[in-house]
């Protein structure tokens, strides 16, 4: 299945958190670590064998000459062998966010951030309707969840909301725009009605008991 492009909200906005954009660097990083394979291991471990060989040659043979000659055609059908099979393995992030419970237990506005994406969000959202992906992109700075709940969320707007036929882009660009009217004044009411989390008191200052 093709990988899907990022959405790109109308106001460009992104997401910043120190916390979870160190998570997901991390979690790039040591996916990028795990794909790559150079062969330098394998020509370590084949220079070791070769240099045991030789020595094993030159004291049963009495001749550096048939020691040089043996390893050195071993060593060259090795380096040939592992030019032919060693190669860098296909990028799979699907699992690179794995420990922080997968893309879908991000935070809503992480739906729109470009590392979460390239870890694994692109994979995660591929059966999402591109009208809804797009609202749920408008929506997701205000959304208060994960990306899983907005997604929910805009799939319950979309099944009380009338379709036409999608037969170009723009159809769905207009999908879009009608399920964020939809939906935006759904989370704005939430927002004003749901309790205020509460505020850390000033640091170097107790809170009253």
Request: aromatic residues 4%; contains cysteine; hydrophobic residues 45%.
């Amino acid at each position: 299945m093709p990988q899907r492009t990022l959405p790109v909200r109308d106001d460009l906005w992104q997401p910043e958190d120190r916390i979870y954009d160190g998570l997901i660097a991390r979690a790039v990083g040591h996916s990028e670590d795990s794909e790559a394979r150079d062969g330098t291991a394998e020509m370590m471990a084949g220079a070791l064998i070769l240099a045991v060989l030789f020595i094993v040659i030159l004291k049963g043979a009495d001749s550096a000459m048939a020691a040089l000659v043996t390893c050195g055609v071993l060593g060259g059908a090795g380096f040939l062998w592992m030019v032919a099979n060693t190669k860098p393995a296909q990028p799979d992030r699907s699992q690179a966010l794995r420990e922080l419970g997968g893309p879908g237990s991000l935070p809503a506005g992480y739906l729109v951030h470009a590392g979460a994406w390239e870890a694994g969000m692109s994979d995660h959202v591929a059966g999402v309707a591109e009208s809804q992906l797009l609202a749920a992109a408008e929506l997701c700075n205000i959304f208060p969840g994960t990306v899983d709940d907005l997604l929910h969320f805009v799939g319950n707007v979309a099944v009380h909301v009338p379709s036409g036929r999608h037969t170009n882009a723009a159809d769905v660009r207009r999908r879009a725009r009608e399920l964020v009217l939809v939906g935006k004044p759904i989370l704005v009411d939430y927002a004003k009605s749901a309790p205020k989390l509460p505020t850390p008191p000033p640091e170097g200052k107790k809170r009253k008991r």
